[in-house]
């Protein structure tokens, strides 16, 4: 079965700062792979996805990121974050006819 | 615009009591799930739906059931049985089986029992 792992729980970044936040996954097939973000108390809004291709993906919000196979990682990154970029970022990973799983998420704290 | 409307947005529950939890989409999707959100959980699918008429259950299906009579419409009741019910609740829909997977979600419905 699919798994995704988030190490980080909480991140705390300052504004202007650069992040990258991690993801590891386990899936036998080549995987389909998402970043999702949440704002307190919302549904959960796509960032950006990867299928195939260019290993390097673009997002809303100048979020991007990078598929790795041999590490089983998909890292999300952003240049420089603002403070409206604080809140729950969740990765995941399509397999099977049950949806996506989801990792735990990290919680994205931004310092002034 | 087309999206998904989940109610009520909270709600509150005594013991013992069953609740309804409403999830009307309009994006024409075939696939429509539910899942529950705890601090610390991430998502857990609760029950799924790939066609009218006819859902799976997911991996905490305990003390939750689902109906799918129309295509645009995914109720969820969380019984008595489900032993903790307090929680997040969201609804989720995707088009059919050649769809690249994508979730669209609703914004959810805090559940809370007294």
């Known amino acids: 079965a699919q798994s995704v792992t988030q190490p980080d729980i909480h991140i705390t970044v300052s504004e202007g700062a650069s992040l990258e936040l991690r993801c590891n996954y386990s899936y036998g097939a080549t995987p389909y792979l998402f970043w999702y973000v949440q704002s307190p108390g919302q549904g959960l809004q796509l960032l950006l996805k990867y299928f195939s291709g260019d290993t390097l993906v673009q997002g809303i919000k100048g979020f991007e990121a990078e598929f790795k196979r041999s590490q089983s990682s998909f890292n999300l990154r952003k240049p420089s974050v603002h403070w409206s970029d604080a809140a729950e970022y969740f990765c995941?990973?399509?397999?099977?006819?049950?949806?996506?799983?989801f990792g735990k998420g990290t919680h994205l704290i931004i310092q002034p | 615009d087309g999206g998904i409307t989940q109610s009520p947005k909270y709600l509150f529950r005594k013991e013992g009591q069953n609740v309804t939890l409403s999830c009307e989409q309009n994006l024409n999707h075939d696939a429509m799930y539910w899942y529950r959100q705890d601090p610390g959980q991430g998502l857990r699918l609760i029950y799924y739906s790939q066609i009218v008429n006819d859902f799976q259950k997911g991996d905490i299906a305990e003390g939750y059931s689902v109906s799918r009579e129309k295509k645009e419409s995914f109720p969820l009741t969380v019984t008595s049985a489900q032993k903790n019910p307090t929680a997040f609740y969201l609804c989720?829909?995707?088009?059919?089986?050649?769809?690249?997977?994508?979730?669209?979600f609703g914004e959810g419905s805090r559940l809370t029992v007294l």
């Open positions: 989720a829909s995707r088009p059919g089986t050649g769809s690249t997977g994508e979730l669209f």
């Open positions: 995941a990973v399509k397999g099977g006819a049950d949806g996506l799983t």
